[in-house]
């Protein structure tokens, strides 16, 4: 069971606006701790997707968004395309836990 | 830039330890106020944080609370190189285990090297 909740999966044809939820509580994201994205490829290791809640790294396309609200994150993905079939995962920090840090269970995004 | 490569045994007896080395290049380890984290992810499942360590001053060290009993992470500037060591292992710590520098996000990662537990 992990510390941040995110749906299994989410499906889109081409084109489409996808999004994907990450839902915490007041000792992670409520607290106003960061969240992160990751985008796993199969086979391969997890890629920085978006960092602090809404920032691209060099490199990512703007058709990735990511936002923030009370105990809760999403990341949008716009104009869906077949390469952005992947995993993803969100990432924070949790302070009750000892200082730990915590990630969603992930979402299988499939382009139909 | 920079990036991390980890080495290591493949296959783990059971209750031994496991021992895993990440060697960053590209850069040195001590440069700028990071941590270095281990991360791993079993089979067809999520990713789980195991600890990090800081690259300064007496390397302080954070860990999973539910790994914090078995896992310790060193680092060896000299060498560029972190390591982790997790012992009394059984088969679910079996695995695909990342390096990744953290900045409190995760960037970047290893390309995982995968440990089996297993007699």
């Known amino acids: 069971q992990s510390v941040l909740t995110q749906p299994p999966s989410v499906s889109g044809a081409p084109g489409q606006r996808v999004t994907i939820s990450c839902t915490g509580r007041s000792s992670n994201i409520g607290a106003g701790y960061d969240v992160h994205w990751y985008q796993q490829l199969p086979g391969t290791a997890p890629k920085l997707l978006i960092y602090?809640?809404?920032n691209r790294p060099s490199g990512v396309p703007d058709r990735f968004s990511g936002s923030k609200s009370g105990t809760s994150a999403s990341l949008a993905i716009s104009g869906l395309q077949a390469e952005d079939e992947a995993d993803y995962y969100c990432?924070?920090?949790?302070?009750?836990?000892?200082?730990?840090?915590?990630f969603g269970g992930g979402t299988k995004v499939t382009v139909l | 830039q920079v990036q991390l490569q980890e080495s290591g045994p493949g296959l783990v007896n059971p209750s031994q330890t496991l021992s895993l080395t990440c060697t960053v290049s590209?850069?040195?380890?001590?440069?700028?106020?990071?941590?270095w984290s281990w991360i791993r992810q079993p089979a067809g499942k999520g990713l789980e944080w195991i600890g990090r360590i800081y690259n300064s001053g007496s390397g302080s060290t954070d860990y999973n609370p539910s790994l914090k009993s078995r896992a310790t992470i060193s680092i060896d500037t000299s060498k560029n190189q972190f390591s982790l060591k997790l012992n009394s292992v059984t088969a679910a710590d079996t695995a695909v285990y990342y390096c990744?520098?953290?900045?409190?996000?995760?960037?970047?990662w290893g390309q995982g090297t995968l440990v089996t537990v297993s007699s």
């Open positions: 990432q924070s920090y949790d302070g009750s836990l000892s200082g730990s840090k915590v």
């Open positions: 990744a520098r953290d900045s409190d996000w995760f960037d970047p």
């Open positions: 590209g850069g040195s380890i001590r440069s700028g106020s990071y941590y």
């Open positions: 602090g809640n809404s």
